[in-house]
């Protein structure tokens, strides 16, 4: 098949991308660099299945394709505020773009949405069914409301033209690839343990969310993609912890030594999180594999290789 992957040089879509190569598939990568970077796809620029395109998909654009993994979105909070309005075009004209393109050519199209549609839920766990708890107008909304609306789009594409839509809920992914200066909690953590300053919780750290290690959500996007259930369907690890316990768990793993400095809570930052995967074990057979501790013990492999050169890090046994 070739499969075009939306962001597919960003944390997710580049681990999507090797499944996708490994499997033996055509893939196009379409991607405007600004939170993914070349390195994350650098072994498939040569291979004649693999194609790059640098492209901005509030543009449109015209391909021949079978499946859209629609990925393309920043999805740290540090960098979906940086440009709010940019962050709102992206989820609204880049998915009907998307939306556009599998209506013309007939492709399957997997909307990547997020756990951020449910907002700070008063449903615990949250379940499909749950409509929300969003704030239309604060520092999260041009992410939060930009995918509800894409969820929006998704739905209606389906029922006005028959577009054949897979609709995912991604909870909280981490592991190998993310940005030093990503912003979201893990990959802050990893850093500030390996680079022996600080680990920053911001609030109390009683607020809590569930975290999915990159292969078991991969594996989870792909079974819905192939699967017939359009959705939408919550992919993310139930396995609850508060941010208290993780940065605990990330001092414990690489520097027992690290302190922890208390920060202010963003504005409405959820208080807590975890997915229902009744419907991602029915319909996909998928659950998660991959424990916090063997995922984190992963990530930071990947993130010390990264940082090695510098003289701060200090590195104790790896579990
Ligand atoms: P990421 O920031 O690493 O990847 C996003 C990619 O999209 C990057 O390569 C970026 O350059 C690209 N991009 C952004 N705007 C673009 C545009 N206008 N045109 C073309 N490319 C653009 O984030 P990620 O963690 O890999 O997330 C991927 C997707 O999964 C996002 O849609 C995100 O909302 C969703 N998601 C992620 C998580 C998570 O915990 N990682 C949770 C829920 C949902
Ligand atoms: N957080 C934290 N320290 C950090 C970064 C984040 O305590 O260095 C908190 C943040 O306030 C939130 C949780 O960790 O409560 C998860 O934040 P992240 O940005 O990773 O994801 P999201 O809030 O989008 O789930």
Known sequence: MRILVTGGAGFIGSHLIDRLMTDGHEVICLDNFYTGHKHNILKWLNHPYFELIRHDITEPIRLEVNQIYHLACPAS????????????????????????????????????????????????????????????????????EGKRIAETLAFDYHRQNDVDIRVARIFNTYGPRMLENDGRVVSNLVVQALRDIPLTIYGDGSQTR????????????MRLMNGD????????NPDEYTI???????????????DIKFEPLPQDDPRRRRPDITRAKTWLNWEPTIGLQQGLKMTVEDFSSRIKGDQRIAVTELG
């Open 77 to 144: 909070p540090v960098h979906y505020q940086y440009n709010p309005v940019k962050t709102v075009k992206t989820n609204v004209l880049g998915t009907m773009n998307m939306l556009g393109l599998a209506k013309r050519v007939k492709a399957r199209f997997l909307l990547a949405s997020t756990s951020e549609v449910y907002g700070d839920p008063e449903v615990h766990p949250q379940v499909e069914e749950y409509r929300g708890s969003v704030n239309p107008i604060g520092i999260r909304s041009c992410y939060d």
């Open 210 to 221: 569930s975290f999915c290690y990159v292969s078991d959500l991969v594996e989870g996007l």
């Open 229 to 236: 259930h359009i959705g939408p369907v919550n992919l993310g």
């Open 244 to 258: 208290l316990e993780l940065a605990t768990a990330v001092q414990k793993l690489v520097n027992p030594q690290a």
